[in-house]
């Protein structure tokens, strides 16, 4: 088995801020996602990554961006937080092949902008 | 772009009973995959299928090998512990992609 532990596991921000949200996992996957959780809402893509330094943009990409600094880890940072935005931000990662195409997903970031 | 469309879009069912959700694909996909999210919003994966039927204890999914434009997630003698969002998520042509349907939030009652 594996984890996915993202940080920090609430961010309240101000407005313009730039802000970075953390995602490590230990299946040793080779895929690994971002997505983004509006209150009563489905799951959006915002980007996701294939390697290590590998980067491919989502639905939802403008206003982010991400690093997939090792294979473990991939972070995502607001690039300018939104007055009185609200939404969960979901890491997810796969192996990436058939059947291991499964994604499993972190507990989430919940964002809070002033 | 690829349109997941999920039914119904809440459900109340007393425990013991069946239902059945539906996830509609506006186009043909290569695999589906449906999750359950809790109250506290963690996503845990129930089933992965790129073609045909899956079944871990009452759950059952089904995904349409033919046109590959529909699944079903079906729940037998419903428990408590069953309640939670459901979401269908599905594949299309380009990979890696996962396109969500908005969910389905189902409330087992006693």
């Known amino acids: 088995g594996g984890i996915i532990t993202q940080t920090p596991k609430f961010l309240i921000g101000q407005e313009g801020q730039k802000l970075t949200l953390k995602c490590q996992q230990n299946?040793?996957?080779?895929?690994m996602y971002w997505y983004r959780q509006d209150s009563g809402k489905g799951l959006r893509l915002i980007y996701y990554?294939?390697?290590?330094?590998?980067?491919q943009k989502g639905d939802l990409s403008e206003g982010y961006d991400a690093s997939r600094e090792k294979k473990s880890s991939f972070s995502l940072t607001v690039t300018s937080a939104q007055k009185n935005e609200m939404a969960v931000f979901l890491c997810?990662?796969?192996?990436?092949?058939?059947?291991?195409?499964?994604?499993?997903f972190g507990p989430g970031t919940r964002l809070l902008v002033l | 772009g690829d349109q997941v469309e999920q039914s119904p879009s809440a459900l109340s069912l007393h425990e013991g009973t069946d239902s059945a959700l539906r996830c509609n694909f506006t186009t043909t996909m290569r695999s589906v995959q449906w999750f359950r999210q809790n109250s506290r919003g963690s996503l845990i994966s129930l089933f992965y299928?790129?073609?045909?039927t899956k079944e871990n204890g009452r759950l059952k999914s089904a995904f349409d090998s033919k046109e590959r434009r529909y699944s079903t997630l079906h729940i037998r003698d419903a428990q408590l512990e069953d309640s939670g969002t459901y979401f269908c998520a599905a594949e299309g042509s380009a990979g890696n992609k996962l396109t969500f349907g908005i969910g389905t939030r189902v409330l087992v009652r006693p």
């Open positions: 990554s294939i390697t290590e330094n590998d980067l």
């Open positions: 299928l790129a073609s045909g």
């Open positions: 997810a990662s796969s192996k990436g092949q058939g059947d291991q195409d499964t994604q499993y």
């Open positions: 299946f040793n996957h080779d895929t």
